[in-house]
């Protein structure tokens, strides 16, 4: 999709704005509140810290953003869990470290108005989950269609 960099930005802004006003949403499946903080904003943006998405990217992602509330809200199932010890960029005495730390993702699946996405929520150690990611759940590639990476720490 090619959009002009005016339309990319207020696409953007818009995004962001409405982003803010998510605020914690109940998971059923967790039994717990997930929380929308900068880090899953970020990586909407960013594939990797300081590594822009390419922008076709981003505005997949940012159209689909409003759904990721409603998908969690809704989710009383999961239909994957990846846990393992990765590296975590943190801040530690001011200063940002790697540190390894246990990782835990949650995949949820929904398709809502005709859209089908994949919501990955993440939680380090014991901390309160948060939305790490969306993605459309398709992608025609050579071999048929293909969904995701499957790493859903870049996905």
């Excluded at 901390?127 to 459309?136: G, H």
């Amino acid at each position: 999709m090619q959009i002009s960099e005016k339309q990319f930005n207020v696409l953007r802004s818009t995004a962001e704005e409405k982003y803010s006003t998510f605020g914690e949403i109940r998971c059923p499946f967790l039994d717990m509140n997930v929380s929308f903080n900068a880090k899953g904003l970020d990586h909407i943006k960013f594939k990797q810290w300081n590594k822009a998405r390419n922008r076709n990217d981003q505005i997949m992602r940012l159209q689909l953003l409003h759904l990721a509330p409603l998908v969690i809200k809704k989710s009383h199932t999961v239909q994957g869990i990846e846990t393992g010890n990765k590296f975590e960029r943190i801040k530690i005495h001011s200063r940002w470290e790697m540190k390894m730390i246990q990782v835990t993702y949650y995949e949820f699946i929904a398709v809502l108005e005709k859209c089908r996405v994949r919501i990955i929520v993440k939680r380090i150690n014991d901390t309160q989950p948060y939305f790490w990611s969306i993605i459309p759940y398709w992608k025609q590639s050579a071999s048929g269609k293909k969904l995701f990476s499957g790493l859903p720490e870049s996905d």
